[in-house]
């Protein structure tokens, strides 16, 4: 397994917004350094410098050339010590929004979402207290599992940007674990905003391990591939138990949403 893995993009640079409720948040952004603006008066070339233009950035650490990777260890746990400061078993972000509560991941989303607006003098209805509400409402979500805390948060509604899920996973002929780990990795650096694990070949529960433990962007399954492979691919061998199980197993290991099939 490669761990000498870093992107870079051109005319650019990894960049990080401090958040204003929770000052310790480094929110990770691009900044594309922009050309001046030529114009030609008089005979003379006129250059014009331009304002940097700051983007939504999917690659988390691979593209900080300050972060070490080590693909065995996985990446830094952005999230360790927010969630260890809550009180309580239930960590929600509806519980938390359900109750006015602005928690870390909704500053965090607020600021990727904005780009930099504010500071551009650019008007923008996107506030931390504005993602509450929507979460409050049920209009929007943060799929950030506890179990995850590698995962760089985000937000997914009607209300914010759009987003790309891309979709990886072994078969029974085809991949290994460090092949679907370097498909993660390169869905990060492309754009993707999700991915979804639809292994349904060997060492799923490992396959899984090594794409969450690596993966700085929300990762959901298909439980019921895993469930299937319980029981050999017999379908009447499925029961209600082995798929509560498969569901409780990969929450517990930090699968951050489900597609469910079922009727």
């Known amino acids: 397994m490669n761990n000498n893995i870093k ?7 990894k960049v990080y917004i401090n958040g204003k409720i929770f000052p310790q948040l480094k929110v990770a952004m691009r ?33 900080d050339p300050n972060i070490k990777i080590d693909l065995k260890n996985g990446l830094p746990k952005l999230r360790k010590e927010w969630i260890e400061k809550r009180k309580g078993s239930i960590n929600t972000q509806m519980y938390y929004a359900k109750r006015g509560i602005i928690t870390p991941e909704m500053e965090y ?5 904005n780009m930099n607006c504010e500071d551009l003098g650019i008007e ?11 979460i409050a409402n049920g209009r929007a979500v943060i799929p950030a599992n506890i179990n ?20 990886i996973g072994n078969s029974a002929t085809s991949s290994s674990i460090d092949e679907e780990v370097e498909k993660a990795v390169w869905s990060c650096k492309w754009g993707g905003d999700t991915i979804m694990d ?13 794409i969450l433990r690596n993966c700085p962007v929300p990762v959901g399954t298909v439980p019921m591939y895993q469930a299937f492979e319980k029981v050999d691919g017999k379908a009447e061998l499925l029961t209600w138990e082995i798929f509560r199980d498969t569901l409780i ?6 699968v951050d949403y489900f597609t469910i099939h079922c009727g």
């Open 7 to 13: 992107f870079s993009y051109p005319n650019s640079e």
């Open 249 to 254: 197993e990969q929450c517990e290991q930090g």
């Open 124 to 134: 923008t209805h996107i506030t931390p207290q504005f993602v509450c509400e929507e």
């Open 31 to 63: 900044k594309i350094n922009l050309t001046p603006t030529v114009e030609i008066v008089d005979g003379k070339s006129i250059m014009t410098p331009n304002s940097p233009v700051y983007v939504y950035d999917t690659s988390g650490p691979y593209s």
């Open 148 to 167: 995850h805390p590698e995962s760089e948060p985000m937000i997914i509604g009607r209300n914010f940007l759009v987003k790309i899920n891309t979709n």
């Open 109 to 113: 989303v607020a600021i990727r979402e």
């Open 198 to 210: 639809l292994s349904t070949g060997d060492n799923i529960h490992e396959t899984r391990e090594w």
